[in-house]
């Protein structure tokens, strides 16, 4: 009898803004390595990068892609693309905040700026944390660390609470350190709400990664380990 075969599942382009508003939740599992991107290195870098872009004529900007497995939950489990996608969603918690101080200090608060500021805090606001319509009104947020209590952290910083009291994990260590190089990065480079109103828009709506998800882990690995072979046997 022949043998059927099946087209892999087409990877989808997701503007950052798409990644993270979206009802899929993605769950960074317990066997990933710790979050590791030194926040003068890594992070720093990428900070730079999209600066350069949003100064730049350019129209979008990919950054790479990810891959994923769907779970029985219907959340996608990474297997690659963790280091970038916690810190682009620590950068826009990061970005959030320092909006909120630039409105703060140009309007006295951000109710009384400007419809299109409002707009675009809450905008951004909706990102980095989602708030049910029911009686319980709970919050969700756009990724799940499964491992080094590093959900237990970003829920603080989406929430505004104060950052966990105690020695802090390898994982939250870095990604502490990830928030407060963004602000910094954020308050030194841009001195105005509109400028870190553009910025947060080069990002939510000009830059994008791909995503292939696919049915199950041991095709997620697959795909990961023949991308990351470079030609060997």
């Known amino acids: 009898m022949a043998r059927n075969y099946k087209r ?3 990877p989808q382009l997701l503007s950052i803004g798409e990644l993270f508003s979206r009802d899929t939740t993605l769950t960074i599992p317990k066997w990933q390595r710790e979050y590791s991107w030194d926040a003068d290195e890594e992070v720093r870098q990428l900070l730079e990068d999209l600066q350069e872009f949003i100064a730049s004529s350019s129209h979008n900007y990919v950054l790479g892609s990810i891959i994923t497995f769907s ?3 219907g959340s996608h489990a990474v297997v690659d693309g963790q280091q970038r996608t916690v810190t682009l969603y620590t950068l826009l918690i990061a970005a959030r905040d320092q909006l909120e101080y630039r409105l703060t200090t140009e309007f006295g608060s951000v109710a009384n700026a400007s419809e299109g500021f409002k707009a675009l805090h809450l905008t951004v606001d909706s990102i ?3 708030v049910s319509m029911d009686v319980d009104a709970k919050i969700s947020f756009p990724i799940f660390m499964e491992y080094g209590g590093g959900n237990q952290l970003l829920a603080a910083l989406a929430i505004k ?3 966990p009291i105690g ?11 990830a928030y407060e190089k963004s602000r910094d990065f ?3 480079n841009f001195a105005t709400a509109a400028q870190v109103g553009e910025y947060i828009r080069g990002i939510i709506q000009g830059t994008f990664i791909v995503e292939t998800n696919v049915g199950d882990q041991r095709q997620a690995l697959d795909i990961f380990f023949k991308m990351n072979v470079r030609g060997r046997a």
Not at 167 to 177: A, C, K, P, Y
């Open 186 to 188: 954020l308050d030194k």
């Open 161 to 163: 609470a104060p950052k």
């Open 8 to 10: 892999p599942d087409v």
């Open 167 to 177: 020695t802090l994990t390898v994982s939250q260590t870095n990604i502490w350190n």
């Open 128 to 130: 980095t944390r989602k």
């Open 71 to 73: 779970l029985p939950d």
